[in-house]
């Protein structure tokens, strides 16, 4: 089947909501078919002159201050300022030119607003990736790619070459002076890749174990070269910034929010459209949820929910007023992550639920640190025991002092974290569900049944 009659797997809700070039900087540009937006439709739409601004009027510090002043934060899970990790990277007199890797690794689960990104626009993160690359003085861009991605590698790769073909990328870009290339690596696929410099490591031909750190990769990275790493939402939304400005950047997000622009969010679960939406930072989640994935279905009630993935913890529908931006969702007690949440319907048994993400969780760990190597199938275990209701007594405790000792600044890197925030809020707010599988005292059991005959 041929990609003109088979459809993108990302092709959905993005294409058939209203979006306008003022208020849409990553989804506007997108076709009501799905269809990807290759090189000439791009430049018919304003495409590559953002890059032709940054390369031939702006120096590289220029666009750093530009990006900083826009607080684009990374769209990835982190949320560390883009600008300032530019800022940060070593360059200069005597400093060899370094890589500008993108993070186009999406696992998370439940996430794939990237996908859509790199399927259908992919000029833009090539854009964005060429500035990226002039602010930071790299001489190559990587992508590097999770595998499944195949449409998104194929149109990648193409766009790459449309790029090199028009005298978008390779020596003297634009007649800038700035040589700069992109190449699309596709990687085998694991969780641990999010970890900047386990990718680095995965790239290099290594086993993706994170690395210590300093030094950073800003200063020893891809094979010992200053190395900037971006997700490709981050990549994508530089361009519409420095064409438009920081002021109109700030403008789009909602009263209230600390973050600016504007991001992709969705909703998955037992809701009546599922999907993904550019939206503006500080939107609520209830608007999200009833307004844009229409509510849940009929028959269904929201139990629970989690704002962006896995790796960040529960909340209540008490919580739905909460605004998606960093400051807004951390009043509630999680964190924002990749911003596609998951809404769990009253059907759902919480230690079942908690029972696979924590499955997933330890399957994934590169097994580096004891803590997350151990400690994570050891919740498995116990998890296991509660959903057979064959748990024994201090079980839940042994849990909650599992998601101390796992913690922040417990492990080698974020995995370990991210994976037990869930189950510490799963037990905050149902501990009733995970004590429905302590098993009863077997004298308890033969004192009844005595006490019935």
Known sequence: MTQRTRPLASFGTANRSPRARETHPLTWRLNDDGA????????????????????????????????????????????????????????????????????????????????????????????????AGYANHSFKGIVFLRGEYVDAARNLKRAVVEAREAGLLGENILGSGFDFDIHVHTGAGRYICGEETALINSLEGKRANPRAKPPFPGQAGAWGKPTVINNVETLSSVSSIIANGVDWYHGLCRPGSEDHGTKMMGFAGKVNQPGVWELPLGITVREILEDYAGGMRSGCTLKAWQPGGAGTGFLLPEHLDAQMCSNGIGKVGTRMGTGLALAVDDSINMVSLLRNMEQFFARESCGWCTPCRDGLPWSVKLLKALEAGEGQPGDIEMLLELTRKLGPGKTFCAHAPGAIEPLGSAIKYFREEFEAGIAQPVHAATAAVGDAG
């Open 36 to 131: 990807p937006v290759w090189l000439e439709d791009y430049r018919r739409k304003d495409g590559y002159q953002a890059a032709k601004r940054a390369l031939t009027e702006m120096t590289p510090e220029e666009v750093c201050e530009e990006v900083k002043d826009a607080g684009l934060k990374g769209r990835g899970g982190a949320g560390f300022s883009a600008g300032t990790k530019w800022s940060l990277t070593a360059k200069g007199d005597g400093i060899p030119r370094g890589y500008l890797l993108c993070n186009a690794d999406e696992m998370e689960p439940n996430t794939y607003k990237d996908r859509l990104l790199m399927e259908q626009q992919p000029h833009q993160l090539l854009e964005g990736m060429i500035i």
